[in-house]
């Protein structure tokens, strides 16, 4: 073994190293990544019916606390958000998902209606 690292150049002793630190970089990167996590999310519908969870379509997380204000649990209007259970979550990125999707048997997520008050969603105000 001492022979062949004798007869190797520094320069391939360098590039070997590398190589080796590359790889074990990107396994732990790959292993690291954050799921999404539940909590309230905007929900929209650019080409649908706000009120079809097929066409709603989630945004950005927004918080864990209940939204208030213009968009609430309490208003009465179209919803504006959604409570969702992504701890059985299998995707890495839930935004652009329709609702649908996000819940379905292949991605596993849940509105989460038993933390609501309502049913999962908070809606505008009039």
């Known amino acids: 073994m001492i022979t062949l690292l004798k007869k190797l150049n520094l320069g391939a002793i360098i590039a070997l190293v590398g190589i080796v630190g590359l790889t074990v970089s990107w396994k732990n990167h790959e292993s690291t990544k954050l799921a999404p996590q539940s909590g309230w999310y905007t ?18 997380f927004i ?5 208030n204000g213009d968009c609430a649990e309490a208003n009465p209007a179209d ?5 969702l259970d992504l701890s059985q979550f299998t995707a890495t990125s839930v935004s652009g998902l329709s609702v649908t999707d996000a819940t379905d048997t292949t991605h596993k997520g849940k509105v989460d209606v038993a933390n609501s008050n309502n049913d999962g969603y908070a809606r505008e105000a009039n």
Do not use: F, R
């Open 63 to 67: 918080s864990t606390t209940p939204p």
């Open 79 to 83: 919803p504006c958000q959604v409570l």
């Open 43 to 60: 929900v929209s519908a650019p080409s649908g019916d706000i009120n079809d969870p097929d066409d709603q379509i989630i945004g950005s």
